[in-house]
């Protein structure tokens, strides 16, 4: 089959014609590629709440206007229904409906544009008071403990951040206590029960303390923004780690805790350490302390060697001198000794108890002695005088 | 759990030990000392290291500030 062509050279391959559903569906992908979620802000006409919960409205200005739907999700989160003719924020992603052709905006938070401007100037006043106290001031932040043994946990006990928290927490570190403090975590509760969540932490023995939530719209964070959850947070003992939505939001709690997570897995990266690394520090230490008692034993075997070898030099420095000297005392000995005297042919007087006698008035008439000659004793006696 | 140092106190201790073995103003028996506690505190920490996985508790406080705590399965 060959169709007529407005334009082309050759015939045209069925194949490449579209389906309409075709040309939608492309049409859709490359809206929703490449628009980011955007705030928008119009006047809301045609407004119209089904029974199956979803909004449907359009939103206008003077010169055009959009078709939106917002699904019943996003709606149980909203405060209000617009009135006709109010003039609203809305943030969401435009893209097309396919079965109808429509361009059309699908909106996830709807705000009324006098109570934005209401909450940015409560959340500037919160900001201020938080400042004037020094609770935002980065010289209170403390530093996270290593190696904590119990983690708290502010969370609600239903979200996905509990499950995310406790999972890499857990995978990082078995042996950590986890100890959840549930609150709610949007809604008109969430501010005393977050606030009563926080104190209930002081209670218990935790080390380190994480509050937070998983992603959410920028209006289902607000109690995080919140003076009375703020305080409470700056309160708690131990070091905080705020992990509030996802890593582009920002509220007033992740500046008044002490570290700021990007996710709470993030949160639970933070507060405890990978095992396999503390093994890795462990297993240094027991290295270490062998290598030093080994050093110091070999530092110690070595000075025994050195002295004993000093030691030894020593003694024979000594026996040597006593040698020497022995033999010169020896030698001088000899030259003095009587015997070498008598060799030379003297005789040596001394009296019976072995007294030498020197003086003439000592050799008394009739004096027994003995004369010492060199190979013995001679008997002698004194004639008269 | 109170009672027993946490490992970051016998991390603490442990490096305290080592660096006063790799000085030199250590006698030996001071040394063998040292290194028995070293010894003993390597093995603790470790058995925390290989302890067992704790259970996740939901805790909750009355308005007299007692606590209440069930477990949670994750």
């Not at chain 1, 606030?195 to 109690?223: K, Q, Y």
Request: overall charge neutral.
């Amino acid at each position: 089959m060959t169709l007529p062509l407005p334009f082309g050279p050759a015939g045209l391959d069925p194949a490449e014609v579209w389906s309409v559903s075709d040309l939608n569906q492309a049409a859709r992908g490359l809206l929703e590629q490449n628009m980011p979620p955007v705030w928008v802000r119009g006047e809301v006409t045609s407004f119209k709440s089904y029974a199956s919960g979803h909004w449907y409205f359009t939103l206008q200005d003077g010169n055009a206007q959009v078709r939106c739907v917002m699904w019943r999700t996003w709606v149980q989160r909203a405060k209000s229904k617009p009135e006709e003719g109010a003039e609203v924020h809305i943030f969401g992603t435009p893209g097309l409906w396919e079965e109808k052709g429509e361009f059309r905006f699908t909106a996830t938070v709807l705000l009324r544009s006098d109570q934005l401007g209401q909450q940015q100037q409560q959340l500037d006043a919160t900001r201020a008071a938080l400042t004037r106290d020094g609770l935002l001031d980065p010289s209170r932040k403390r530093p996270l403990p290593r190696y904590p043994s119990t983690l708290a946990v502010v969370t609600s006990l239903e979200g996905a951040a509990l499950h995310d928290i406790v999972t890499v927490a857990r995978s990082r570190w078995p042996a950590v206590r986890i100890l959840v403090v549930g609150a709610r975590v949007q809604g008109g509760d969430a501010v005393p029960e977050l606030a009563r969540a926080l104190r209930t932490v002081n209670l218990l023995d935790a080390d380190v303390c994480i509050v937070g939530r998983g992603g959410g719209a920028r209006e289902d964070l607000s109690a995080f923004n919140e003076e009375k959850v703020c305080r409470a947070l700056a309160a708690v003992k131990v070091p905080t780690i705020s992990a509030v939505g996802h890593e582009s939001d920002i509220t007033l709690c992740d500046l008044v805790a002490d570290v700021r997570a990007a996710t709470p897995s993030n949160a639970a990266e933070l507060a405890v350490p990978d095992q396999r690394e503390v093994r890795g520090v462990v297993d240094g230490l027991a290295l270490r302390l062998a290598g030093g008692l080994t050093r110091r034993t070999r530092l110690l075997s070595e000075r025994l060697g050195r002295t004993a070898d000093r030691l030894e030099s020593g003694m024979e420095g000594v026996v040597r001198l006593h040698r020497h000297r022995l033999e010169r005392i020896g030698a001088q000995l000899d030259a003095l000794s009587p015997l070498r005297v008598l060799e030379r042919g003297f005789a040596v007087p001394m009296s019976q108890e072995g007294r030498v006698l020197r003086r003439r008035e000592e050799f008394t008439p009739g004096l027994r002695y003995r004369l010492s000659v060199r190979n013995g004793d001679v008997p002698s006696r004194v004639e008269d005088a | 759990m109170a009672d027993t140092p946490s490992l970051a106190e016998e991390v603490r201790a442990l490096e305290e030990i080592v660096r006063r073995l790799e000085q030199e103003d250590v006698d030996l028996d001071a040394a063998l000392k040292l290194f028995e506690e070293g010894i003993a505190r390597l093995r603790r920490a470790r058995e925390t290291l290989a302890g067992a996985e704790q259970t996740v508790q939901s805790v909750l406080a009355d308005a007299s500030g007692a606590l209440r705590s069930t477990r949670v399965d994750i």
